[in-house]
């Protein structure tokens, strides 16, 4: 060893050789360092970790996206039950008041988005149904649709005329 403690060198049959190695204590036949095959397995791990880390933040962009285009869906969904509520309800001389389904159409203010909706009798009173709302829409070129349930009632002023016509009806 040298004053300074570092390696020393010191002269073996005919060639300078370190006094100590720098890997651990341990000697090694050769030069210090890493191998040729040390490297490329280490790269190959490197790789595969990254390769699998891009393949999670693709996952991850597309469940973002999808999670966004349900909520947009959940929104408007949300939006347009009040304007059904109070649209879709008729009055005619066979059936009295009910509710007629709302065919396929556009959404002012969310272009790209289309729904319709449908009624179904929940067994309760007239002026109650299941509105069952479909939202429409293109995502990378596939259709896709989110479905939401409700139950609804008439508007007060339905339901009043309906009382009213039930009244009139009894003996």
Same mark, same amino acid.
């Given at each position: 060893? +040298?004053?300074?403690?570092?390696?020393?060198?010191? #002269?073996?049959?005919?060639?300078?050789?370190?006094?100590?190695?720098?890997?651990?204590?341990?000697?090694?036949? /050769?030069?210090?360092?890493? +191998? #040729?095959?040390?490297?490329?397995?280490?790269?190959?791990?490197?790789? @595969? /970790?990254?390769?699998?880390?891009? /393949? %999670?933040? &693709?996952?991850?962009?597309?469940?973002?996206?999808?999670?966004?285009?349900? @909520?947009?869906?959940?929104?408007?969904? *949300?939006?347009?039950?009040? +304007? %059904?509520?109070?649209?879709?309800?008729?009055?005619?001389?066979?059936?009295?008041?009910?509710?007629?389904?709302?065919?396929?159409?556009? %959404? &002012?203010?969310?272009?790209?988005?289309?729904?319709?909706? @449908?009624?179904?009798? @929940? /067994?309760?009173?007239?002026?109650? &149904?299941?509105?069952?709302? *479909?939202?429409?829409? +293109?995502?990378?070129?596939?259709?896709?649709?989110?479905?939401?349930?409700?139950?609804? #009632?008439?508007?007060?002023?339905? *339901?009043?005329?309906? *009382?009213?016509?039930?009244?009139?009806?009894?003996?």
């Amino acid at each position: 060893m +040298t004053a300074g403690g570092g390696v020393g060198w010191k #002269l073996e049959a005919g060639s300078w050789k370190p006094d100590e190695c720098r890997c651990g204590g341990k000697k090694r036949n /050769g030069e210090g360092g890493f +191998t #040729l095959l040390e490297v490329m397995i280490a790269a190959v791990i490197l790789v @595969t /970790g990254m390769v699998s880390l891009l /393949g %999670l933040f &693709a996952m991850a962009l597309s469940l973002h996206r999808k999670s966004l285009d349900t @909520t947009n869906s959940a929104l408007i969904a *949300r939006e347009i039950l009040p +304007t %059904l509520k109070r649209d879709a309800l008729r009055r005619d001389d066979k059936r009295g008041y009910h509710f007629v389904d709302v065919s396929e159409r556009d %959404l &002012a203010g969310h272009p790209g988005y289309r729904y319709s909706a @449908t009624f179904l009798a @929940t /067994g309760g009173p007239p002026q109650e &149904a299941m509105a069952e709302v *479909r939202i429409y829409w +293109t995502a990378r070129g596939r259709a896709r649709s989110e479905v939401f349930r409700s139950v609804v #009632l008439a508007e007060p002023e339905y *339901r009043d005329l309906i *009382r009213q016509e039930k009244e009139k009806r009894k003996p």
